[in-house]
């Protein structure tokens, strides 16, 4: 019976107390979710999230993370406290076991986010966030051993703290952000032969383990008559080690490939445009996610990701209308399904395909947002986004348990529904 690793990951941290940080992670805890680009959200605030994912070259209230340069949109002092209503329908099907497809449990979660943006003075301004910034998990604990999927529980998730600065010349703002992540790690699974079983017993796994790491991101944005802005960002890899989860779990895989405990957040960078006319608004962000280069992805086959994201909004009085589109092939190709990924591992080869197809099927490509918007007063607004992110499937090899080969496939769609309020004083 193959056996899957599970792997939790919170980016985080303005204090490095760890008593704190655990706190406020545990209020964050619903993040486990899967994600939509690998795994990271394509946008936490429900403004970005209606706009198909762009925040790269305009204000909103996570621009913190989209680009710091942009958080001199601010008025004065800006909170905003949001949540999200994820929804993902993930299911699997192994050959082995015929026709009998699973749904996975984990199909519910709660994704908050809060900060704050504000002027210095009249040029510099500051920014600080705790963002859920996204995540993926399965939970196939209710499913049989002749299911063939190991009982397998997964979960990534994430939170960040991104404490920022910028600085406003008119034209144009430059600004950066130190990003903390705060992580933790486990796995599940279960190899009883016992059908029916659930005991605790029966579970096995590396045990759980969490660390700190710290990144940064630069911003530059500017715009030319008061209608176009251009900007770009880059965000730097933050790398993590989870004592033993990495390697303990992958030894059981017969994975020899992954000598280390290590998983690092890839490097991200990206351009984006805004146009401002009379009361519309249209955007473009093109994002690159280099999971190619990043620390032990790499070794899962996992391929970096182009992402294009286009949006519109109209504002109307107190109303704001707000649509968009977002596509990103998915970073789970040939070589992390049926390929070279895990090859000169023997069957840690097949470990590898099943480990992304069915405990990490970030296969999501294609994402349809919408959104309304309401500024009740001068100092406090609502906004709200609704986004479908599109089924996708994906068949990868697993081990047959007897020296061969057989198949197992995952089916992959989401619902999220986002509202946040913004408070101006």
């Known amino acids: ?29 619903p993040l486990s979710a899967f994600a ?40 004065g002092f800006d909170f905003t406290f949001a949540g999200t209503y ?29 900060g704050f943006n504000t002027k210095i003075t009249d040029q510099l301004y500051f920014a600080l966030g705790a963002f859920g910034t ?67 017993a029966d579970y096995q796994g590396g045990g759980s383990s969490d660390d700190i790491g710290v990144g940064f991101s630069l911003g530059a944005s500017y715009t030319f008559m008061d209608m176009l802005t251009v900007a770009g960002f880059y965000q730097s890899a933050i790398d993590q080690s989870y004592d033993k989860v990495m390697t303990g779990i992958l030894a059981d895989f017969l994975v020899s490939s992954v000598t ?8 991200e960078w990206g351009i984006g445009f805004a146009w401002d006319w009379n009361n519309w608004m249209f955007t473009f962000d093109y994002k690159n996610i280099d999971w190619e280069g990043s620390a032990n ?32 092939d998915s970073p789970l ?21 099943f480990l992304n197809t069915v405990g990490f099927p970030a296969i999501v490509e294609n994402h349809l947002t919408f959104g309304y918007g309401h500024q009740f007063s001068e ?24 020296g061969g080969k057989s198949t197992v496939t995952s089916t992959h769609s989401q619902t999220s529904f986002s509202i946040g309020g913004n408070w101006s004083f």
């Open 260 to 267: 280390t405990d290590e998983l690092e957040t890839p490097t």
């Open 134 to 200: 996204g995540g993926q998990g399965v939970d196939y604990k209710s499913s049989k051993t002749s299911d063939n999927l190991s009982r397998i529980r997964t979960s990534i998730s994430y939170m960040k703290f991104a404490p920022s600065l910028a600085w406003d010349g008119g034209d144009w703002s430059i600004g950066g952000a130190v990003n903390v992540l705060y992580g933790t790690a486990s796995i599940a699974f279960n190899g009883a032969s016992d059908a029916e079983s659930t005991s605790a």
């Open 333 to 353: 190709q040939t070589n992390a399904l049926t390929g070279s990924a895990g090859s000169t591992d023997g069957n840690g080869s097949e470990s590898i395909h």
């Open 297 to 328: 992805w790499s070794k899962f086959g996992w391929e970096s990701q182009d992402v294009f994201a286009l949006g519109i909004e109209y504002v109307w009085g107190a109303h704001t209308f707000r649509t968009g589109y977002s596509m990103a």
């Open 36 to 75: 939509t680009n690998g795994s990271a959200l394509i946008g936490t605030s429900s403004k970005t999230r209606a706009l198909g994912g762009t925040g790269i070259a305009y204000y909103a209230p996570d621009s913190a993370l989209k680009n710091p340069a942009q958080i001199v949109g601010a008025k």
């Open 86 to 114: 994820f929804a993902p329908d993930v299911s699997a099907k192994s050959a082995l076991s015929g026709s009998t497809s699973q749904d996975s449990d984990a199909d519910v979660f709660l994704i908050p986010s809060i």
């Open 1 to 29: 019976i193959l056996k899957i690793k599970q792997t939790y990951y919170f980016q985080g941290g303005c204090m490095i107390n760890r008593s704190l940080v655990s706190a406020f992670l545990f209020a964050l805890m």
């Open 379 to 402: 100092r406090f607004g609502l906004d709200s986004a609704l986004v479908f992110a599109l089924e996708e499937d994906a068949t990868g090899n697993q081990s047959d348990g007897a």
